[in-house]
């Protein structure tokens, strides 16, 4: 369990990144997706010892994953259109809702009952998110994005979390990040249509950038994640990425200043979100201690 935390803190710390990466490449949201996955496809199969795990799966096997793959890459899409239509914070701080959307689609997916303590601190954090929406009026296309790519996120996260105790994480990051560049390929064509964007073709300068987000905010940290979730349930992992805002806030202002475009209002509602964490992280680490001393004192009781 220990080990799986680091695993999904390493991820989050370095999905702090994403945003940062994602206003420095200059190309368009679909078109920067396009080139991340086709970047990190070509790296992965180009390492032994991850590609050597990736395994052959029968069409009814790689269908499961498939559907999972295109949710990713809607996601990403989503996710980087809401930075391009406000900025890193603001699209960072939308992703805080994926807990809220978890609460709701896990008992559903899952077919379990409602926590109502997941649904509570679910809603304190999205309470955070209004604050941020009503004082960020001329960011709200990019607020509404980044809701989307959060819900898009709540659900492949949940549906992961059942891929990863069937097969092995390479293989469900391998075949994932596979199809949506499928998905993605396949939809482009329409999308620059649709939307022109100035140039498809990356700079110099975007191209370097494109191989290190490839390595440290797509293929390390996806792997990372998908380990974790072996050990971890969706919701802790979901409500551990509202870390990641925090993160990448912090990134933000260091790179590029972005404290400047931002009204008092929002660090309310950033607090409120970092909040929830700290208190399911409390709550979480209370709950672990006392089932511990409780298989303890069973353990001794027996022994007698």
């Known amino acids: 369990m220990r080990r799986a935390l680091i695993y999904l803190h390493i991820s989050i710390f370095l999905w702090g990144f994403t945003g940062i990466f994602g206003r420095a490449i200059e190309l368009k949201e679909l078109v920067l997706v396009w080139y991340r996955l086709i970047f990190t496809v070509i790296i992965l199969l180009l390492i032994p010892a991850f590609s050597r795990n990736i395994k052959k799966l029968s069409f009814k096997e790689a269908k499961r994953i498939i559907v999972v793959g295109f949710l990713v890459a809607i996601h990403w899409v989503l996710f980087y259109g809401s930075i391009k239509y406000s900025n890193i914070s603001i699209g960072?701080?939308?992703?805080?809702?994926?807990?809220?959307?978890?609460?709701?689609?896990?008992?559903?997916?899952?077919?379990?009952?409602?926590?109502?303590?997941?649904?509570?601190?679910?809603?304190?954090?999205?309470?955070?998110?209004?604050?941020?929406?009503?004082?960020?009026?001329?960011?709200?296309?990019?607020?509404?994005?980044?809701?989307?790519?959060?819900?898009?996120?709540s659900y492949f996260t949940i549906l992961n979390a059942k891929l990863v105790k069937d097969f092995p994480s390479?293989?469900?990051?391998?075949?994932?990040?596979?199809s949506g560049l499928i998905l993605i390929t396949m939809v482009l064509p329409f999308y620059q249509y649709l939307f022109p964007s100035s140039s498809m073709i990356p700079t110099k300068n975007d191209l370097i950038l494109l191989f290190f987000f490839s390595v440290f905010c797509t293929v390390i940290p996806f792997n990372l994640s998908l380990k974790a979730l072996q050990h971890v349930s969706a919701f802790t992992s979901n409500l551990y990425i509202n870390l990641e805002p925090i993160y990448?806030?912090?990134?933000?202002?260091?790179?590029?200043?972005?404290?400047?475009?931002?009204?008092?209002?929002?660090?309310?509602?950033?607090?409120?979100?970092?909040s929830s964490v700290v208190i399911y992280t409390v709550i979480k680490y209370r709950k672990q201690i006392l089932n511990a001393a409780s298989k303890t004192k069973h353990f001794a009781s027996g022994k007698k």
């Open 92 to 153: 960072l701080s939308c992703l805080s809702t994926i807990a809220v959307f978890t609460a709701l689609l896990d008992p559903i997916i899952n077919h379990k009952k409602i926590n109502v303590r997941e649904l509570m601190l679910s809603i304190f954090a999205f309470l955070g998110m209004i604050v941020i929406f009503r004082v960020q009026e001329f960011h709200r296309t990019g607020i509404i994005l980044g809701i989307g790519a959060a819900l898009i996120g």
């Open 170 to 178: 390479e293989t469900v990051t391998f075949y994932e990040l596979a």
């Open 248 to 274: 990448g806030i912090a990134f933000a202002f260091i790179f590029f200043h972005e404290e400047k475009e931002l009204q008092p209002g929002f660090y309310i509602g950033s607090g409120i979100i970092l």
